[in-house]
């Protein structure tokens, strides 16, 4: 969601209870016209609905909860704008910078400056080098991001409504869907095209449509791990990974660690035993090092 500092303010005076055009227009400071503009833009981000001469709310939960917390706190309209929901969406659960700017696929400087924003307000903390929302005085703030990031993960134009979305930003979207669809397939669904032919009862896909890398696809496939994990799923990677193991080794993440950990013979909760990939990986003539 990426709101301007204008349609946030809006959103302030909305959940105050001022839905007429004419009260919005005197306390935006704003003329008919450009209030309207507002509601389309409002409409359009499925926020609110221009209905004769108000503007109404959408009846959602993460949109009620916005209201509140905007009509309650309406210098969140700096923070917030742009970018700003985007990336503090993303540290719901702790992260580094550089695991933001992967998620979000947003420009360091950016990231950074909403990161500044949010301290000033203690909305963000920062601690063992990761960011996260501070909960004890922004708690209202962390479930509407939380529920905005169910709501999200659920649906978007981009995809069909019965798809599962794994990872998503402005510029792509990994998803997945049980039917033949015009996109990219990625994660799980491209190891064939590198010998390993998986058993799945699902499509795995990527927008927009492109020639994905390695890398590419096994990133995708650590974000499908993020939300669905499972042995199964794991062991997937684990063979990708091991076969192109020189080729990943620049990527950072928790998941690469613990299966490092596995390769070297130790046993991790949660995870399948080396035996367990071992066996597997003789399907495909794939040497575990």
């Known amino acids: 969601m990426k709101l301007s500092k204008t349609e946030i303010i809006t959103i302030s005076e909305l959940g105050k209870g001022n839905n007429s055009v004419p009260e919005l227009a005197n306390a935006l400071k704003k003329s008919i016209s450009q209030v309207y503009r507002i509601a389309k833009k409002l409409e359009k981000k499925e926020i609110a609905k221009l ?89 209202d703030a962390k479930e509407f991001l939380i529920e905005l990031k169910k709501y999200e993960e659920s649906l978007d134009q981009r995809v069909p409504v019965n798809s599962t979305i794994y990872h998503k930003n402005e510029k792509e979207i990994v998803f997945s869907n049980k039917n033949d669809i015009d996109a990219q397939k990625t994660a799980f669904s491209a190891y064939e095209k590198y010998s390993i032919k998986l058993l799945l009862v699902t499509n795995y896909y990527y927008l927009p449509k492109k020639q994905l890398t390695k890398k590419e696809i096994f990133m995708h496939s650590l974000y499908i791990v993020e939300k669905d994990f499972s042995i199964k799923n794991i062991i997937f990677i684990a063979l990708f990974y091991a076969k192109y193991k020189k080729e990943f080794s620049k990527i950072k993440h928790e998941i690469m660690d613990k299966l490092n950990k596995v390769f070297s013979g130790k046993e991790i909760k949660n995870y399948p035993t080396l035996e367990e990939i071992k066996d597997r990986a003789k399907v495909y003539d794939i040497k575990i090092k």
């Open 51 to 139: 209905s004769d001469n108000s503007i109404k709310p959408e009846s959602k939960t993460h949109v009620t909860m916005m209201l509140n917390l905007l009509a309650k706190a309406p210098n969140l309209s700096n923070p917030f704008s742009g970018t700003g929901i985007e990336i503090y969406k993303t540290i719901i659960n702790p992260k580094t910078g550089s695991e933001i700017i992967k998620k979000t696929g947003l420009h360091k400087t950016t990231i950074f400056k909403k990161i500044r924003q949010g301290k000033k307000m203690s909305l963000i903390l920062k601690k063992n080098k990761k960011y996260r929302i501070n909960e004890k005085i922004w708690q």
